[in-house]
């Protein structure tokens, strides 16, 4: 039995998918330019000796551009791995291999995501020397404890550039200007960031940043890793062997999935501000129905500085796993999906200065591109009562 | 359409097989599974419900216990994965290895041996031996089920009693030989062995690290601690369900392989006949039935490639990953043929398409080369 059975609502098909920062459904149209690559065209991309090969190839080429375009870089500073977690473990444990000894320092924060911190605690294991920044009770970045992490023995800063689980935007253009002061290279882990908000890896000196396919309406398997080639950025490979995407990634490329990311980067771009805008609202609509019927709610993170297809709600005195159980309909999610079978608090949620409890009284509702109004209305009246039904939120 | 576009003859089965009809069925409506593998709603739990029935078929193409298929992006990590994830005292690689394993040793900063084989391409079980002798405990020994340039089979039961009589951990790249013989990771005695999806017939982009209950394996790729914490990141949700019905595909389809040795082994006849200096590499050993590969001393192999594409029929010189950069084969001087002889070869790869009118085709257009090679020949005296 949920608690609002039996109400009269809006016709919606249920389970509602609110957890489009775990995963973006696929999107049509990107699976319509993957097809080719699944059925006719089916060559190894690295046969140069036959057509198929070429054809195999030329979706690379494409789909390299593409993935370029949305983020101001060029096609050959584009390369193609498995997904972001890979990226991300490439980019600090490559960099830190490669310039390690000469700057021994890595910089990063307490609320990225999992990959990076544990790519990071694997450095520090190799005798790398590790900070971690603490962040505000909005979840951004200080900049000033940033100024002063950096030293010139500091190789790289990893700063995501929207957080997975409280949607905050972090300041990417001053934190790029701030690292290239200092002479470091810059990371951002994108995988959240990449086609929702407007990022230019020249205009906020990035000098790698992470991709990832599923988290764009893309196909999961599939990210890339963004690479300045205006700046000494070696670093070395984690696999080795026949040496393609310019021998920092060996492995045979899946055309399929690298045409299913460059055409989700391709919608993204042409799609970007038209989208923002139409989330933007529907979470206006979702907020101002539930914080008006639910004064008592609390937002984890900045309000103003997020993307809105994330909100991370705590609902004061009330048991996070009692509402999920009662909220069935709704496919939402108590935090990171990678740490979902793991219970026990966010570390986002205590970086930002929760208590254990308000912790484990919060929820992440993600929405996106296939997200209805029908369906925030559905989400607003479900929430609204089964709080209700719980005995209401604690002021 | 053009009717008269005639479709390319694809002899390369060896460098990606063609994706299977039922696979993309399969990748196809797992596109439409919505949910994140580690999420705990019910979109979540069918993506985790589609990638754990991929994985028991995937064990079971190799015989071993579903939890101990570890799914990564492909051959190259998987090989990546286990020789610098092992966790081994030094590396004993065949000479012949794929170029993946080659460099993951060389990138690995463990001391690296190289094995010699003979001429059929067979490891030298004796040098084999001296190396084990020689090497500390806790050694992992490499040596692939099948080479994917000739074909050519490893004794893998006997090399593994070799490393278990000196304590060494063996890795098989299993990339060609799975779904063309038995590979069996329990009968084989293997510690590790790797797979790749699309050479099976499944999807590029996945592929698997497969254990022994007991070997163990440090992660390259750390993070949301995803298949045991063996490999992090999103599960490639829809390539894993292709991987898994090619493997019963692939499984099913070792019946097949009886007619394919049949159509190499009379091209091959036919090879001889025409041209008795033709050099067939790896003849004399056991062999994938699906593979031949082939010297025309004197002639350039990426000139008879081309002549092949020209014709309409795709064949590769050397291995795929090497085919952008002309190379000589590390295969084939390792079995001790010149680097003449060697560039002068291609490979011929079939598969589960490949019929007996496509197999004629590639004899004519081969014997048309040979000819005009020959005549050329004889007018220099």
Known sequence: MTANQGRVTVLVKTPIYLDYQATTPMDDRVLAAMMPYLTTIYGNPHSSTHAFGWQAEAALDIAREQVAAVIGAEPQEIVF???????????????????????????????????????????????????????SSD????????????????????????????????SLAEIGKLVREKDAFFHTDAAQAFGKIPLDVEGMNIDFMSISGHKAYGPKGVGALYKNSKRQTTLMPLFSGGGQEAGLRSGTQAPALVAGLGSAAAIAEAELTMEAGRISGLMSKLKTSIFSALPNLVMNGSITERWQGNLNLCFPGIDGDLLLANIRDLAVSSGAACASAVSGPSYVLEAIGRSEVD?????????GRFTTADEIDYVAESLIAVVASLGGLKP | ?????????????????????????????????????????????????????????????????????????????????????????????????????????????????????????????????????????????????ANNETGTIQPISQIAELAQKYGAFLHSDAVQAAGKIPVDIEALGLSYLTLSSHKIGGPQGVGAVVLSPTAPLKPQIVGGGQELGRRSGTENVAGIVGFGEAAIEALAGMEDMDRLADLRDRLEAKIRAHAPEAVIFGADADRLANTCCVAIPGLKGETQVMHFDLAGIC??????????????????????????????SVRVSLGYQTSETEVDAFFEAWKMLYDRKSGQGNSVG
């Open chain 1, 81 to 135: 791995t498995s997904g972001a977690t890979e990226t991300n473990n490439m980019v600090i444990k490559g960099v830190m291999s490669a310039w390690g000894k000469k700057k021994p320092k890595l910089v990063t924060v307490a609320t990225e995501h999992k990959c990076v911190l544990e790519a990071a605690m694997f450095c520090r294991q190799q005798g790398y020397e590790l900070e971690i920044l603490p962040v």
């Open chain 1, 139 to 170: 979840g951004l970045l200080d900049l000033n404890r940033l100024r002063e992490a950096i030293d010139e023995r500091t190789a790289l800063v990893s700063v995501m550039a929207v957080n997975n689980e409280i949607g905050v935007i972090q």
């Open chain 1, 359 to 367: 912790a484990k009284s919060s929820l992440r509702i993600g929405i």
């Open chain 2, 1 to 145: 359409m053009s009717a008269t576009m005639k479709t390319p003859i694809y002899l390369d089965y060896n460098a990606t097989c063609p994706i299977r009809p039922s696979v993309v069925e399969a990748v196809t409506a797992a596109m439409h599974v919505v949910g994140n593998p580690s999420s705990v709603h019910s979109a979540g739990r069918n993506a985790r419900s589609a990638v754990e029935q991929a994985r028991a078929k995937v064990a079971a193409l190799v015989n071993a216990r579903p939890r101990d298929v570890m799914f990564c992006s492909g051959g190259t990590e998987a090989a990546n994965a286990v020789l610098k994830g092992a966790q081994a005292t030094c590396l004993i690689i065949s000479a012949t290895e794929h170029e993946c394993v080659q460099a993951a040793a060389d990138a690995s900063d463990l001391p690296v041996y190289r094995a010699p084989v003979g001429e059929s391409g067979v490891i030298v079980i004796a040098e084999l031996e001296k190396l084990l002798m020689q090497a500390p405990k806790g050694a992992l020994v490499s040596v692939m089920a």
């Open chain 2, 315 to 344: 064949v590769s010189s050397g291995s795929a990953c090497s085919s952008g950069k002309v190379k000589v084969s590390h295969v084939l001087t390792g079995m001790g043929y010149s680097p003449e002889t060697a560039s002068s």
